[in-house]
């Protein structure tokens, strides 16, 4: 099991104007049963949410944003059991700019799917740049910085 991180940065501003999002893919899920449509985690997703949670250990986020599913729920259990609020959200239904405004400010977590993370990093952004991530690939950590007044898409750039 790999645990490489993607980042993209928009700002680096820490001010308390900024807002920033971090967005993950759901853990390794339970294959077994082809027709289980909601998959609990397999053991390496259970070792990989602990590595999230080793990983944000010095990140106090505001509030955690989570499909409705065990996979994308059990990502997150190691590390939002500190009271830290989960909104369930429908990544079909999502207003990006009402995100975006409700969210000022503060630090972000969300957590989606191979399809959704890619399509939320873009809609944030307003521009699109990310594909689906790979079946066989739970690890891209996506992070975007939007400090007040400043377009994410003119500042954009990627680190290792």
């Not at 250990?57 to 590390?79: A, H, Q, W």
Request: with cysteine; charged share 20%; hydrophobic share 30%.
């Amino acid at each position: 099991m790999s645990f490489s991180f993607l980042s993209i940065e928009a700002q680096t501003d820490n001010s308390a104007d900024c807002t920033k999002v971090y967005l993950i893919r759901h853990a390794e899920k339970d294959r077994t049963d082809k027709t289980n449509s909601n998959p609990h985690l397999n053991s390496f997703g259970i070792k990989r949410s602990l590595k999230w949670k080793g990983f944000f250990k010095n990140t106090d986020f505001d509030v955690i944003y989570s499909t409705n599913y065990y996979r994308t729920l059990e990502t997150i259990k190691p590390f939002s059991e500190n009271g830290t609020e989960i909104v369930i959200y429908n990544p079909s239904k999502i207003d990006y700019n009402e995100f975006l405004l409700n969210n000022k400010g503060k630090t972000i977590l969300v957590v989606g799917h191979s399809n959704t993370i890619p399509n939320f990093t873009n809609g944030i952004l307003n521009k699109k740049l990310y594909n689906n991530i790979e079946d066989n690939n739970n690890s891209n950590l996506y992070v975007v910085n939007i400090c007040d007044g400043i377009d994410p898409q003119n500042s954009l750039y990627f680190v290792k």
